[in-house]
């Protein structure tokens, strides 16, 4: 085989274990799970438009190459990604545990990313180190706004999703709220959708635990 046709294949691999790992979040109508190639398309749209439609004057080539990558890295770690939420009775449903999970299987996918295409592409490696790091405004309002599009994906299917594993509005907000307000744009967006889910928090999210 030539070599740049083996690379060709290489990026092709890359491409189908990042794309086809699947999340822990349902939107609407699609009654399997959410993949990783969907979710960061539907990312890159939405930082787009966010950037046009507040004029925010962000690198738009940085932006859309830090949201079209940034969760590529979780399907080449053991376990997939480590979900936001969890059943109430599962062991990562405790944030420490959950976190430092979430830190070991990335930093494996990180490495075993590199190790797939770290010589051929090595720009890819780089968009998604600053992305992790949150180097600049443009991967903070990447970082922001991806925390934000899946509340909006789950609130416009009813609340599936957090029926499903039983997050209520407390916990959604502990842990949504913070990573949503490093960018301010979607830090006021996701004031107005936290308030829309109060308003309608029968519907949307399971009752509290008694």
Same mark, same amino acid.
């Given at each position: 085989?030539?070599?740049?046709?083996?690379?060709?294949?290489?990026?092709?691999?890359?491409l189908?274990?990042?794309?086809?790992?699947t999340?822990?979040?349902?939107?609407?109508?699609?009654?399997?799970?959410?993949?990783?190639?969907?979710?960061?398309?539907?990312?890159?749209? #939405?930082?787009?438009? $966010?950037?046009?439609?507040? =004029?925010?004057?962000?690198?738009?080539? !940085? %932006?859309?190459? +830090? @949201?079209?990558?940034?969760?590529?890295?979780?399907?080449?770690?053991?376990?997939g990604?480590?979900?936001?939420?969890?059943?109430?009775?599962?062991?990562?449903?405790?944030?420490i545990?959950?976190?430092?999970?979430?830190?070991?299987?990335?930093?494996?996918?990180?490495?075993?990313?590199?190790?797939?295409?770290?010589?051929?592409f090595?720009? #890819?490696?780089?968009? $998604?180190?600053?992305?992790? =790091?949150?180097?600049t405004?443009?991967? !903070? %309002?990447?970082? +922001? @706004?991806?925390?934000f599009?899946?509340?909006?994906?789950?609130?416009?299917?009813?609340?599936?999703?957090?029926?499903?594993?039983?997050?209520?509005?407390?916990?959604?907000?502990?842990?949504?709220?913070?990573?949503?307000?490093?960018?301010?744009?979607?830090a006021?967006?996701y004031?107005?959708?936290?308030?829309?889910?109060?308003?309608?928090?029968?519907?949307?999210?399971?009752?509290?635990?008694?």
């Amino acid at each position: 085989m030539h070599p740049l046709l083996a690379e060709c294949f290489r990026i092709v691999q890359m491409l189908n274990v990042s794309g086809n790992a699947t999340r822990t979040l349902w939107v609407k109508g699609v009654d399997e799970a959410d993949m990783d190639a969907a979710h960061q398309w539907r990312t890159a749209v #939405f930082v787009w438009w $966010l950037n046009e439609r507040f =004029e925010l004057g962000y690198d738009f080539a !940085r %932006l859309f190459r +830090a @949201a079209i990558c940034h969760d590529s890295h979780e399907g080449h770690a053991p376990g997939g990604d480590v979900a936001a939420f969890f059943k109430p009775d599962h062991p990562l449903n405790d944030p420490i545990k959950r976190n430092e999970e979430k830190e070991r299987r990335e930093a494996i996918g990180m490495r075993n990313l590199e190790e797939a295409i770290g010589d051929i592409f090595p720009g #890819f490696i780089k968009t $998604l180190t600053a992305y992790n =790091e949150r180097a600049t405004a443009e991967e !903070r %309002l990447v970082y +922001a @706004a991806d925390k934000f599009l899946d509340s909006l994906l789950v609130v416009d299917d009813n609340g599936r999703t957090n029926h499903l594993i039983g997050t209520t509005l407390a916990e959604h907000h502990a842990y949504k709220g913070p990573k949503c307000s490093i960018d301010p744009t979607v830090a006021e967006l996701y004031r107005l959708l936290h308030e829309h889910c109060t308003e309608h928090e029968s519907e949307l999210f399971p009752a509290p635990p008694a």
